[in-house]
Each structure stands twice: as structure tokens, then as C-alpha cells.
């Protein structure tokens, strides 16, 4: 049970890091009108289950999950937080948003995560939605505006409370390991006194 434990922790720290990390990478950028109906591809596959998240200024927040059918192999939505603005186009591999009626509260972050039966979650390149019209740079990434808040200096102690972390729970099991390997050998040891 406390091994089940350890690997659910160490799963959750490695998808928050991982998550951490996408975020201070390039995206990939989709300029929308509003109204429009936009889909965004996953650039990931998995064998269990697929789900996108959006992530704006405000919050971070789960749209569509789909799980893998095992009888016909292929993705089924299990969840929608909003069936008349979300959609999921799924087939055997993987599952693409569809997001309905653009509208402003749209524009963000997305990711896609995914996870086989027995492994981590791992997100897929995230995706940068903007309206078109906007400031754009030339090398076609989304400038800065009045309107987008400055990034979060939390985000930066995030990080490093979720590094620090990691870190002291590997050194935990490496230390356990080293020392029941120790006593092992101590015990092989003094065994093989007592038999001589």
C-alpha cells in the first residue's frame, strides 16, 4: 500500500513538473475569429486515456476526457465540462478538441494529456489560441498585450517547491535502498560466520 502510495505521489509531482515545463516552452499558435469553431490535434497517443485542458490566467481546468473502449479499441468522451461549446473527435489513436462559438474566455493555453494503463501522464506540445486580428510578432508567436496579466513569480517558486520535492523523495528511496542492501549484506555475512 505505501508503495502505491509513493508511485501516485511521484506520478502527480512528475505530471505537475512536466505540465510546469510545457508551459515555459514554445506552443504552437492557432488564431481564431470570433464564433468560429477551431479543432486543435493532440500530438500525443495513448493506449488508456485522453484528456485536454485549458489554462488561462485565472485557472487551469480539465474540458474533455476520453477513455479507450476495449472492446472496439477506439476513444469514447467519459467527460465534457460543456457539451454545447466542447467537442471531442476521437478515433483509435487519439482525441482533438473542438471547441464551438469562439468566444474570448477561449483564448489560452491548451494541453493535451494522455496516459497508458500502467504509466505516467505525459502532456503534448501545448497549443497558444489567440483571436485573430491581434499583435503578432514576426516570428508568430502572440505578443504581449495591455490585457494579458504579467507572468505569475509564483509559477517560479512552483517550480522549484515541485523540483525540490522530486529530488528529496528520490533520495529518500535511494537512501532505503542502499541501507536494506547494507543490512543484507551484513546479515550474509555474519551467517556465514556463524556457519564456519
Same mark, same amino acid.
Given at each position: 500500500?505505501?508503495?502505491?502510495?509513493?508511485?501516485?505521489?511521484?506520478?502527480?509531482?512528475?505530471?505537475?513538473?512536466?505540465?510546469?515545463?510545457?508551459?515555459?516552452?514554445?506552443?504552437?499558435?492557432?488564431?481564431?475569429?470570433?464564433?468560429?469553431?477551431?479543432?486543435?490535434?493532440?500530438?500525443?497517443?495513448?493506449?488508456?486515456?485522453?484528456?485536454?485542458? %485549458?489554462?488561462?490566467?485565472?485557472?487551469?481546468?480539465?474540458?474533455?476526457?476520453?477513455?479507450?473502449?476495449?472492446?472496439?479499441?477506439?476513444?469514447?468522451?467519459?467527460?465534457?465540462?460543456?457539451?454545447?461549446?466542447?467537442?471531442?473527435?476521437?478515433?483509435?489513436?487519439?482525441?482533438?478538441?473542438?471547441?464551438?462559438?469562439?468566444?474570448?474566455?477561449?483564448?489560452?493555453?491548451?494541453?493535451?494529456?494522455?496516459?497508458?494503463?500502467?504509466?505516467?501522464?505525459?502532456?503534448?506540445?501545448?497549443?497558444?489560441?489567440?483571436?485573430?486580428?491581434?499583435?503578432?510578432?514576426?516570428?508568430?508567436?502572440?505578443?504581449?498585450?495591455?490585457?494579458?496579466?504579467?507572468?505569475?513569480?509564483?509559477? %517560479?517558486?512552483?517550480?522549484?517547491?515541485?523540483?525540490?520535492?522530486?529530488?528529496?523523495?528520490?533520495?529518500?528511496?535511494?537512501?532505503?535502498?542502499?541501507?536494506?542492501?547494507?543490512?543484507?549484506?551484513?546479515?550474509?555475512?555474519?551467517?556465514?560466520?556463524?556457519?564456519?
Amino acid at each position: 500500500m505505501a508503495e502505491l502510495q509513493t508511485v501516485f505521489i511521484l506520478q502527480l509531482l512528475l505530471g505537475t513538473f512536466r505540465l510546469c515545463l510545457l508551459q515555459g516552452t514554445s506552443s504552437d499558435h492557432r488564431s481564431v475569429h470570433p464564433g468560429e469553431n477551431i479543432t486543435l490535434h493532440c500530438d500525443i497517443t495513448a493506449d488508456y486515456e485522453i484528456s485536454w485542458y %485549458h489554462q488561462s490566467s485565472e485557472e487551469m481546468k480539465l474540458l474533455v476526457s476520453a477513455g479507450k473502449d476495449k472492446l472496439n479499441k477506439s476513444f469514447s468522451l467519459n467527460h465534457n465540462v460543456d457539451e454545447g461549446h466542447y467537442d471531442g473527435c476521437e478515433n483509435t489513436r487519439s482525441v482533438s478538441l473542438v471547441i464551438i462559438g469562439v468566444d474570448e474566455s477561449d483564448s489560452g493555453l491548451y494541453y493535451c494529456g494522455g496516459r497508458g494503463q500502467k504509466s505516467l501522464l505525459q502532456f503534448g506540445k501545448a497549443i497558444r489560441l489567440t483571436f485573430a486580428g491581434g499583435d503578432l510578432q514576426s516570428n508568430g508567436s502572440s505578443a504581449q498585450s495591455d490585457s494579458d496579466p504579467p507572468p505569475d513569480p509564483a509559477l %517560479h517558486w512552483i517550480i522549484i517547491i515541485v523540483l525540490t520535492s522530486v529530488c528529496l523523495v528520490q533520495m529518500s528511496v535511494i537512501s532505503r535502498c542502499a541501507f536494506w542492501h547494507r543490512v543484507e549484506g551484513e546479515n550474509f555475512h555474519l551467517d556465514r560466520q556463524i556457519l564456519h
